[in-house]
């Protein structure tokens, strides 16, 4: 996986986000400020812009200036919480030409050890840590068991998704939501869903590549 490879990821995340901002904003509206799905399609449109006027030369110099312009662009929780991520996981990836498969598990390990350590979050507290914790563990398996790379994205994708959709029946923890206590039980959490477009967008970078 070269810079090609990430910079086709971090567009594909910015259609993703553009196609599913409206959905990302009702999410955020029940049990939020129904803000999320504006904040991230203004932030990754900031990245886009970003890398386009100072095209970066490495992977991990792409996650690194992507989540710099996030942290710039983006209010609420989400712009510090993913920029963080990707620029941990951009550090993690360090000066390297070409990513590995475990290069990239380990990279993502980074990135949910960022959220964590700035939010708080564990899992079951409804938020965005629920659906990339178990995406983090599934594609370290995957790696470690030798899975071909699509397959290994497609299950990572796939552990995102069951997170998200388990975030429904809890009460929130953490963040905005926690202060509605039990009125935050039956909806999914937005910063979990934006975490499976961010996965779904990986895979198909893959697919792609």
Do not use: C
């Not at 904003?25 to 939020?32: K, S």
């Not at 963080?84 to 990239?104: H, K, N, V």
């Amino acid at each position: 996986m070269d810079t090609s490879f990430f910079l086709a990821w971090i567009n594909a995340i910015a259609t993703a986000v553009q196609a599913e901002r409206d959905h990302l904003t009702q999410l955020d509206a029940a049990i939020g400020d129904a803000d999320h799905g504006a904040n991230l399609d203004r932030g990754f449109a900031a990245v886009r812009q970003a890398l386009t006027d100072a095209p970066p030369q490495t992977p991990g110099a792409v996650l690194t200036a992507a989540g710099s312009a996030l942290i710039r662009k983006v209010g609420g929780a989400s712009g510090p919480l993913y920029g963080t991520a990707f620029r941990q996981m951009g550090r993690s990836l360090g000066d390297a030409a070409e990513i590995t498969p475990e290069a990239l598990a380990a990279g993502l390990e980074a990135a949910l050890a960022g959220i964590q350590k700035l939010g708080g979050a564990a899992e079951g507290d409804k938020t965005l840590v629920d659906a990339l914790a178990p995406a983090v563990r599934a594609l370290g398996r995957a790696v470690q068991d030798g899975t071909k790379l699509t397959d290994a994205l497609a299950a990572t994708e796939a552990a995102a998704q069951e997170g998200a959709r388990a975030t429904v029946p809890l009460e929130a923890r953490k963040g905005r939501a926690s202060y509605l206590g039990p009125r935050s039980v039956g909806h999914e959490d937005p910063g979990a869903a934006s975490t499976v477009l961010i996965f779904a967008a990986l895979r198909e970078a893959a697919g792609q590549a």
